[in-house]
């Protein structure tokens, strides 16, 4: 029997389930494939560009959801340049004590408090370094603290509507569609529930299953990796003038090996074996501190330049080894560190990669790189500290240092407590009831001019991919409400399986956004399903704002995969988690929690 009143709602279906299998999959990145469906609606002529249409699709990009949400990414940079996130994990770590219990208690409660009113990525990406770095000074597993950081980042943005980009999304599609009632802190009540339940969870029977997992620097035996890189010239007309390396003594060094050759400033790409010195060349070796003693003794080779040997210019470094992770934004994604250059690019070695539950230590060379993919490093110091500066690779093994302004931290503060008070008193106390766009560009603003953050800096702080992929599915939205495919969804969901209850419904439509964030972005299941829960308090003739809470919640409710949420997505390398680690400690925390809201929601925000 043919379900679709016309061939455009047919061909939306197909679209949504093309776009969700493509998210899962990962065939194109998650903005290209939001784009390319706003551009199949278009060209299918469901939505045009012409702007006396009213399924306009142009008008997606003057929304006011993803440009708060930009302005938000802006504010929390704000926060972190002037170093009030770093603040308050230096605090952190001077009161976490000895105890393992007390420092997952601390850190939970701290960043589910900050993630309420700043950007939950930053918080994380700041606070793991510091977890790693205490976990390796005081011996404790990090594997034990890395997923409660990210679900107390994940339950935190969940108290007010600035503390998730979900929130901001479903807020701007309700009230596009005339409901004007979810202020600042109209979700808090719930919010805060979601932070004690996933509290007392975790400190009690979460940490049981908790897995003890072994971080990716640990692979390596911390003794053995104490080496050093020496550098060395070939002088003309020494002994190893014209020789073949595989007759030199260099073939013969114990505990320390030759790790390239390079003739003007070039490496060359011959197999070693093959390699015939000459005058000028630059041969780096790699080895510990037995083995550097061992090529100062070996017969024709003298660390101290000596003439005879045909080696001067000697100039040897410590190797450090670290730890660091592709970051969201980084320009390494997508390509193999073979592409890459790594080695002659930045002059470190990557040793091993960690990639979802699996270490790749051989032979990763061609792989190419994702978000969350950890990277086993070595290098000298100076060299190693100018890859970290980078915003795309991110130091685990110890806090990043950057250059902060920290005399502008109270005007950064400011400018988010006037947004949050303005937001929450609008209409109130003689205040005029602002826009919350209106709030988040003036606040953006506020930074930007009194340089709390650079412009280059705001525009890097913006997640790009974020923005576009939401315009793109804003316009498939549209598209699926202009072709009447959201109301028959919701006349399916309602009078096709009989279920009249607005409770039964309202738990329903909480679970199918908790489903479809553990496998897609939580951004596209608010967009997606904002208008359909809207259209099903509706057409039950109930209040739809309890409907419009259970999407934000839900889609929040992301803690049985590591690839729903990107702060899951973030810690499942650098904890050397696997796949189902996941789902064994946060499934009976989202039931948990589907539960109590499917109660609480009517109770607080009634039919």
Known sequence: MWIFETWQQAFLAILVVVVFITFTREWLSVELTALGALLACVMAGILSV??????NALKVFSHPAPITVACMFILSASLERTGVIEALGNWFEKIAGQSPLRMLVVMMGLVALLSGFVNNTPVVVVFMPIVLAICRRRDFIASKFLIPLSYAAIVGGTMTIIGTSTNLIAV????????????????????????????????????????????????IDSQSSREFITHAFVKKGSGLDGINFADSPLANIRKARVLEVSRDNRRLQQPLNEIIFEAGDEIVFKGDLEGVVG???????????????????????????????????????GKSLKELGFRQRFGVLILAVHRRGRSLQDRF????????????????????????????????SEPETTIH????????????????????LGGRLGIPPFPIVQLAITSAM?????GCVQPQEAYRAIEW???????????????IETSGLAQLAATGMTQGLGIENPWIMLSLVYLLAAILTEIVSNNAVAVLLTPLAIIIGQTLGVNPVPFVIAVMFGASASFSTPIGYQTNTFIYSAGGYKFGDFFRAGFPLAVLLWLVSSFLIPIIWPF
């Open 50 to 55: 012409d702007p006396d249409d009213p399924a």
């Open 172 to 219: 701007g599609v309700a009230q596009k569609h005339g409901i004007h009632s979810l202020g600042m802190f109209s979700v808090t009540p719930l919010g805060i529930v979601f932070v004690i339940i996933t509290f007392v969870y975790m400190v009690t029977l979460g940490r049981k299953l908790l897995p003890k997992r072994m971080t990716l620097a640990t692979l």
């Open 295 to 333: 090529i100062s003794q070996t017969e024709g080779i003298d660390v101290r330049g000596d003439a005879a040997s045909g080696l001067e210019d000697i100039r040897t470094e410590s190797a450090l080894l670290m730890e660091g992770i592709i970051g969201p934004e980084s320009t390494m994604t």
């Open 365 to 396: 060379e061609d792989e190419k790189l994702a978000f969350g993919d950890t990277l086993l490093v070595q290098g000298p110091a100076d060299k190693m500290h100018s890859l970290f500066q980078r915003r795309d690779f991110i130091n685990l």
């Open 405 to 424: 302004r920290p005399h502008k931290a109270p005007i950064a503060i400011a400018a988010l407590l006037s947004f949050m008070i303005l937001g929450a």
């Open 446 to 450: 506020v930074v930007l001019i009194t």
């Open 465 to 479: 991919k974020v923005i576009f992929m939401i315009f793109g599915m804003l316009g498939l939205g549209m598209a």
